[in-house]
Every structure is written in C-alpha cells, then in structure tokens.
C-alpha cells in the first residue's frame, strides 16, 4: 500500500479508532508526551495494525512503557503517534517446572516479581523502579540492575519474543528452550534496540530459583579494592551465593541518609565508600554466619573497616533504602545530569579517581555523586548541579566520562541506553564498522524510519572526533 504524501490527521486518527476502538485513541497524548495522539493497543495484532496504518499515512510511532527511561529513548514530538503498552500487562502463563513465564510488554517487572514468588521463583533481575519498568521497556534497553553478575542482564533473561517489525509485520519466536540453535538468534535485534527496529510485544522470560533467605551487611571501607576484595570474598562463600554488592561512595550515601533520617553511632559514614553485600541461600543461621566471616576478614585486612550487620528484615530494607532511593538526588539538583557506565573492575578506582580529578578541572565545585554495582563495573554518576548543563560544559564532562573508556575495555552507556542523549557518545566512541553495520540494519528493516526516529542513531551526520 502507498504511504501518503501528506498525512491527514482526521483519516489517520479515524483508521486507528477503526484498529484499537474510540476509547483508545486520545487527541491529547498529555503534558509527559510531545506528540498529540496517544493509542493503546491491547494485542500483538492491534500493534501490527497500528504500524500498518502509521506507515501508510507516513507517520512515525514512539513506543512507551513505564516511563523510566532516563536518556530520552521515549521522548516524541508533535506529528508523532505515542504507542503506549500499557493495556498489554497480561501474565499469560508461568511454567514452575520450566522456570519460564510467558507475558505482554506492558506487564511491570514488580508484577512479574509477585506472580514468580508463588512458585518460588523469580525473574533473576531486579532493579528500583520495579514497580513501574514494564518487561517490554527493559528487553528494549536490555536492563541490568543488581544480579547482573549472577544472572545476566535482559538479554540473558529472554528466550523468545514477539515484535511488530516497521512494515507492520510480526516477527514471533516464543521459543521456551535455552538451547536454540536453528539460524540466527534474530530476537537479540531488539533487545536494546529501543524501539527503534520493533516494537516488543510479548515475551518469554527465563525465572530462577528464589532463595529462602537473605543477609545484608553494609561495609564502610578505605578503597576501592577493599570493596573488591570483600566482593570476592563474597562469592567464594560457602553460606550462599552473593545476590547484590553495591557501591555507594561517600557524598552518595551521606545525602541518602541525612534525607531518610538514618544514623547509626556504630557506623560512621566517614568512610570514602561503602560496600551492601547481599547474600542468598537455603538456611538463615549459614548465611548469617557467612556474613560474619566476610566482616571478620574484612578487619583482619582493613582494621579501619567498618560494619553493619543487618538483624532484622526490617533493618535490610533501610539498609538497601540508601542505595535505592536515587530520587534525593534530583530534588537536591533538579534535573542533575546522570551518566551510567561500565568499567573493568581492576580499573574502577583509578577511573573514579579520573572523572573526580578531570571534573574538578573544569569546575572546582564539581563533585559527583558516585554508586553502582560493583560486582559487575556498573557505576552510576550524577553531578551535583542542576541541569541540563550548556553545550561547552555537557562536551567537557562527557569527554572526562568517556575518552578513554573503550580503550579500557569499558562503555559509554551500561544499562540506561542510548535514547536521543547519548548518540554523540555512540557515534564518537564506537567501532566504526559496528556503527556502520548498525546503520544498514536500520535502513533496511525500517527506511521510512517509522520506529522512534531519531533514537540511539544520528538523523545527520556526526563528528566521531569527539573523545578521540
């Protein structure tokens, strides 16, 4: 079918009234939305329809889920379609024996969380805005979270999937089998991709066995290898395996606490980072016990350590509070900016001791506000100003950020994306036949650039010399 030379608004709005029913497609898409329509699918079907008709009316559609999103992947401006998934929040089935669950995009991890627990099982990835990130969101910017290191992260979690391609088309692979050999493994095409070579609409999702129990320590240490050394430490233990180890750096955890009101005499925040080491396992008094000996060599090694052993439930969910509650940073620093990266674990120190020296050079009042999860390199850095910063200061901090990460083996974006903020940093740092290779993919699954344009690829051409 012919795309339209000039879209019509009221045939278009009309064919998708025909597609989703009158109730489901809205004129004003609301103040979180550029665009003015706002559809709502409730089928893998209904989506394909509404691709159909986008394209045909020469139309691009940004897909949403939760609205987590921090580096603009979901933003859409007028003439666009909003295509939210919120009416696709159906678990269709857990399979205990397989550890498989099979559900809509739409559908929030937390949900999936809740349903797993009554089969003693659980997803395998957590993070703190569960309640909110659907399923869909995170396979399209392959989420990591705390169990990375154990578990993987979105792209180690999904099996199969199905996808509405740009055409209008369905791509459906629900295969439930780990081993899966049979062509390409075409699914891994949208998982990261952002919506912007499909749009993700049902999902098979590998599950884990959920632990009995759990014990929490908080560590205050003097370096960055010591955190290193009780995360390994952590892992060799025989009590249970190690489900989280975050970082939380000192201006980090004192700005939490002071906000929630935490104090404990015993455990002064004046080290320059703390370590929450979490462990699971079959049996409390083990992992108890566990904890105690990483603490104990821990002091052996570090005698100006310190610690917390949570006690209680009670006293692990205020322990964990400090690492989650990330909003106190943004109403300290409205709209701070936010970076999210990978690096080597031999290179982490010397790479936060890097961006504080580098970013000081450019504003002595500059001091991040540093934490992430450690067992895996993930570190998240958020600026202690108000943003958004001008385009000479974004250049300066992004060039301390990310100059020499791919020479250490590192990356620009660890599980936030690309979206529209971070393509310069994509187009500069990249292999140039990765880029070039992502940039045919895109041209041939999608020329009319139907799928949330302008998303982790330049509409024009970039400079690459950047961070060179």
Known sequence: ?????????????????????????????????GAELLVLPASTAEVAAVVAIA?????????????????????????????????MALIEAIYPDERVAIVQAGVALEALQNAAIAHGLEPGI???ARGTATIGGMVSTNAGGIMAHRYGVMRHRVLGLEAVLPDGTIYSDMTRVVKNTAGY?????????????????????KLEPLPQCTATVMLGLPSVAATLEAINLALRSDAGHLRAAEGLWQSYIQLTAQAQGWSEPSFPLDQPVCLLLMLGGANQAD???????????????????????????????DLWRLREDTDQLYRAHAAAPSYDVSVPLSEIGAYVDHVKSGLARIDADLDPYVFGHLADGNLHIVLNRTGPLDDAMSSAVEHVLYANLRALGGSFSAEHGVGTKRIAALVATSDPVKFATMMRIKQALDPDQTLNPGKVLPSQPLAREKFQ
């Open 185 to 205: 493994d075409l699914k891994h095409l949208f998982i990261g991709a952002e919506g912007t070579l499909g749009i993700v609409t049902r999902v098979v999702i």
């Open 55 to 87: 394209r045909v009316h020469g139309v691009s559609i940004v897909a949403q889920g939760g609205h987590t999103g921090l580096v603009g992947g979901c933003q859409s401006h007028p003439g666009q379609i909003v295509l939210s998934l919120a009416r």
């Open 287 to 317: 992992l108890n016990e566990g904890i105690e000996q990483i603490f104990g060599e821990i002091l052996d090694r570090h005698p100006t350590a310190t610690g917390i052993i949570a006690a209680s439930k009670r006293q692990e969910a």
């Open 1 to 33: 079918m012919a795309r339209a030379a000039t879209p019509d608004p009221t045939a278009l709005q009309q064919a998708l009234v025909a597609a989703v029913g009158a109730g489901h497609v809205r004129n004003d898409a609301g103040p979180d939305h």
């Open 126 to 128: 957590d993070l703190a």
